[in-house]
């Protein structure tokens, strides 16, 4: 009895804290091996570099898009996979998959199928390129597509689960007192969600900016239309390490910066 | 976050995976630590890993086969890519015995590294328009590339085959209008097989293995730009019998056979 109370009780066992450990140097080592081999003596002129700037407004353009869009997408789909929770188990499973599949999915694939659902030859591009003359692929629209559907799911499930644990008390009380379907979501739900709606869309962000499979193979890659920050860090692996480097270290302190301005709070469950 | 989405079976699953995975690289590495330092005999197993350009992909699936057959005891672990890019994984210490390089730069910074000595040409390889089946944009010729209102692909001039399309577009004259500049070869060529641009710069070879999904329209002085490709067994290759074998096999008589029926030119 003596030798159970003597432990203290927010201690880990020691197997665990070696693998605890073990994990977070798994995740780690990586970004500290960039960081110490990047070429910082030359950091200056290659982040000025005219495709460095292309690539970086680009990026920042279309993730800021992609973004908007999963916002006004992804706020209902996640107040309908809250309200699904009542409906019958196979609906509710498969909407629940479909929302989860991106998430999943590698995202090349994803690029695959969105460029046989919306390319000249696809389900709905060939119609858009015959009755509207429109081509997707290879633009702009497609890269901002591409990143909606690989982000969504970082949305909609931080806002599902902020719906989830919100009080539902306020609604009803909203209701009774005479509020409309629309007022109550927009006057109670919404400001109730806000804090997970505000770190969902962080997330969203940090991942649409980070998009690379899917927009390289829907959207193609030519500068300042389509070559986004993590294309032009790929090809420029291939002859020039230093300015790859260069824009990996870029994209890693735009995401370490927008993460560390996430307070905790904002992230149900993660709060230390 | 993850736990209220994600299914538990998922995770064990995952679980699972991982531990078989981590089981077979304990396996494997017994398995190696065995036949190392000894000479490969046809009793012995061995696996080498070869490095090589995307544009020979489907030579060097039948040429790993052929040897597969003539080793029965060897096993041809084939990878490819950007040449770049697979020249930048072996400088950083990728496990690696042969490398074939769609040209000479790559090749040459894997020299320079130390990692290859007497890199040798064994093939060559000539660049042609490629067009969806049916050219539906009724490509004719390069000039068709300067034209804004087709959609274009190119290889990226970081890539050999977009630095040997500039050098061909610069010779004749063209100043193209491409719509994506692609990461390799196969990527372009794909994007033309699915019908997403009316007209692309592949190498011939390519033209030739992708099948009735694409059409070829030969460029008049096409062959005043040539590729050429190198090939070696690399300095730390973990069977460095077996891989000069194979450097030997497709840079020999039999390796000849097989390319030349894939288009690629003698060096």
Redesign the interface.
């Known amino acids: 009895m003596a030798r159970t109370t003597a432990h203290a009780p927010g201690r880990l066992a020691w197997p665990v804290a070696v693998l605890a450990i073990a994990g977070l140097a798994v995740l780690v080592l990586p970004i500290i091996a960039l960081i110490v081999r990047a070429p910082w003596a030359d950091l200056p002129e290659l982040l000025v570099r005219e495709s460095v700037i292309a690539a970086l407004v680009l990026s920042f353009g279309t993730a800021i898009m992609a973004t908007a869009v999963c916002l006004v997408l992804g706020v209902p789909l996640a107040a309908l996979l809250a309200r699904a929770t009542g409906w019958p188990t196979l609906p509710r499973r498969l909407l629940r998959a479909a929302v989860t599949v991106p998430l999943v999915l590698p995202p090349v694939v994803g690029g695959i199928a969105l460029l046989l659902l919306l390319g000249r030859r696809g389900l709905v591009g060939s119609a858009l390129e015959q009755w509207f003359g429109l081509t997707i692929p290879f633009t702009t629209g497609a890269v901002v597509i591409a990143q909606v559907f690989v982000s969504l799911p970082f949305l909609v499930f931080a806002v599902e689960g902020a719906l989830r644990s919100a009080d539902r008390r306020t609604e009803l009380a909203a209701a009774t007192l005479g509020a409309s379907r629309w007022q109550v979501f927009r006057h109670v739900t919404l400001p109730l969600v806000a804090p997970g709606v505000a770190a969902g869309a962080v997330l969203c962000f940090t991942r649409a900016l980070g998009e690379f499979g899917a927009t390289i193979t829907f959207a193609g890659s030519l500068p300042g239309v389509t070559r986004t920050l993590p294309i032009a860090s790929y090809l420029a692996m291939q002859t020039d390490p230093a300015e790859a480097v260069a824009l990996a270290l870029l994209l890693l302190a735009v995401s370490i910066g927008v993460l560390l301005g996430l307070r905790d709070r904002w992230l149900p469950g993660v709060r230390g | 976050?993850m736990?209220?989405?994600m299914p538990r079976r998922i995770a064990t699953t995952l679980a699972v995976l991982l531990a078989a995975a981590l089981g077979g690289c304990a396996s494997n590495a017994g398995g190696s630590g065995a036949t190392s330092g000894t000479v490969t005999s046809e009793a012995d197993p061995a696996t080498i890993t070869v490095f090589a350009a995307a544009s020979l992909t489907e030579a060097f699936d039948e040429l790993a086969a052929q040897f597969e057959v003539e080793h029965p005891s060897v096993e041809v672990v084939l990878d490819f890519g950007?040449s770049?890019?697979l020249a930048?994984q072996i400088a950083e210490g990728a496990p690696v015995d042969v490398f074939a390089s769609a040209a000479e730069p790559p090749m040459q910074s894997v020299v320079d590294a130390g990692l290859a000595v007497d890199p040798a040409v064994f093939a060559t390889n000539t660049l042609e328009l490629v067009v969806p089946a049916g050219n539906p944009a009724a490509v004719t010729g390069l000039d068709d590339l300067a034209n804004s209102s087709l959609?274009v692909?190119l290889c990226?001039v970081?890539?050999p085959c977009g630095a040997a399309s500039e050098q061909l577009l610069r010779q004749q004259g063209v100043t193209a209008a491409?719509?994506?500049?692609?990461?390799d070869v196969k990527?372009v060529l794909t994007?033309v097989s699915?019908?997403?641009?009316d007209a692309a710069l592949v190498y011939r070879t390519d033209v030739r293995s992708a099948g009735g999904s694409v059409e070829g329209i030969e460029v008049p002085d096409a062959a005043s730009v040539v590729s050429r490709y190198p090939i070696a067994a690399l300095t730390d290759a973990a069977e460095p019998a077996t891989a000069a074998a194979f450097v030997a096999f497709v840079a020999g008589a039999e390796g000849r056979t097989v390319l030349d029926r894939f288009g690629f030119g003698a060096p």
């Not at chain 2, 699915?194 to 641009?197: A, Y």
Request: charged share 25%.
């Open positions: 976050m736990n209220t989405w950007g770049g890019t930048q959609r692909a990226d970081s890539v491409p719509d994506t500049l692609e990461s990527a994007k699915l019908g997403e641009v």
